[in-house]
Nanobody
Framework: QVQLVESGGDLVQPGGSLRLSCAAS????????MGWYRQAPGKQRELVAR???????NYADSVKGRFIISRDNAKKTMYLQMNGLRPEDTAVYYC????????????WGQGTQVTVSS
């Protein structure tokens, strides 16, 4: 079992920045393949950014150049730095871990709300 707890969501003006955090427990953090999804009202959950099994990073086209995913294995925490926020970035952001063999999300956090509005 892996427990994931997100934090850092907030109300921010367009063009602003936020940093989301995801604290993990219950497993060897450095071995976890992790990522961020988001779900806006009335829309399907979508991948925002993730680490690949090889340790590289992938981003959704809509956030490339604005968002940065990172992790601190010593702190057992993953981050999502979000810059140049837009109203369309408004969503609940979820932290997840991927099954290494199947490469599908397995464990989820409870989510943190990000609202971009003036």
């Amino acid at each position: 079992q892996v427990q994931l707890v997100e934090s850092g969501g907030d109300l921010v003006q367009p063009g602003g920045s936020l940093r989301l955090s995801c604290a993990a427990s219950g497993s060897i953090f450095s071995a976890l393949v992790m990522g961020w999804y988001r779900q806006a009202p009335g829309k399907q959950r979508e991948l925002v950014a993730r680490f690949t099994i090889d340790g590289d990073t992938n981003y959704a086209d809509s956030v490339k150049g604005r968002f940065i995913i990172s992790r601190d294995n010593a702190k057992k925490t993953m981050y999502l730095q979000m810059n140049g926020l837009r109203p369309e970035d408004t969503a609940v952001y979820y932290c997840t871990t991927f099954n290494r063999r199947l490469n599908i999300p397995v464990y989820w956090g409870q989510g943190t709300q990000v609202t971009v509005s003036s």
